[in-house]
């Protein structure tokens, strides 16, 4: 197996664009080192990131996040955490701390996995990611770029460079709430976790704006536009949340697995949907901190 360690973005692109496809990303390693030892992966060529210098995070009017940046120093970063404490609690729930010290945030979205913890917190900051190459750049919603389980719309001389929340996205003044459920705690894959954004009109319950995102609910994390829909403009009450309920349900299409049975996930999809918009409230009121 042939391993290049490039010291520059420059480098890492020329390789990249020399061997496309055959030419395997590494990132932390947490996900692709493991299928390696099982086999599931057998790459000819390495094409490691660690020297590219992608492990920043610029939090201007827009924040950006550098791929190579580990979980661990999201959960860790005071200006980040201050700005958008949803990234802090999601990547807190990705493995032990040995685990997010290594894991990256552009490893967690390129394992295109629907159990993806960073993904769905992302996803309700209507998060992009760019992509560059040799040829320039594209810049695409992180909705856009899973296509499904383990597959990107990522070009085959492309590597994606850094993550950007787009300005208006604080949550300072907004409620959030990351959950998840999953089994081993140090080590577990999420059997659901969900992301919520909420924005309140002063002084009221009614919506003012609202995001929804779950993972490990069909092939792809995913947004509930339907849900959100429905509910921005109306009061938050246990009655409009018991009428969400059946569009959360019609939104997602969850399946069995060896982690959980399809009725067990629709059932905690009811079961966090609630708990997180409560949380997500209450934190909007100006209870409940990160």
Known sequence: MDYF?????????????????????LAGGTDLLVRMKDGKETPARLLDLAGAGLDYVQCGEDV????????????????LREKHPILAEAAREVGAVQTRSLAT?????????????????????????????RRGERVIRLEDFVAGPRQLRLEEDE???????????????RGFAFLKVGKRKALRLSIIN????????????????????????APVPLRLRQVEEYMTGRELSEGLVAEAIPLVKESISPRTSLRASKEYRLYLAENLFKRGLELARQRAGGGEAA
């Not at 996040?65 to 970063?77: D, K, P, R, T, W």
């Not at 590597?159 to 003044?173: D, F, H, K, M, Y």
């Open 5 to 25: 360690s490039p010291g520059s973005l420059r480098e890492a692109l020329d390789i990249r664009s020399q061997y496309g496809e055959e030419v395997t990303l």
């Open 64 to 79: 950006r996040i550098g791929a190579m940046v580990s979980l661990n120093h999201i959960v860790e970063n005071p200006e």
């Open 105 to 133: 945030l552009g490893g967690n979205i390129c394992t295109g996995i629907p159990s993806a913890d960073m993904i769905p917190a992302l996803l309700v900051l209507d998060s992009q990611v760019v992509l560059r190459s």
């Open 194 to 217: 969900l992301a919520v954004k909420l924005e309140l009109e002063p002084g009221s319950d009614v919506i003012r704006d609202i995001a929804v995102a779950m993972g490990t609910v």
């Open 159 to 173: 590597i994606l460079t850094e993550v950007v929340v787009p300005a208006g996205n604080s949550l300072r003044q």
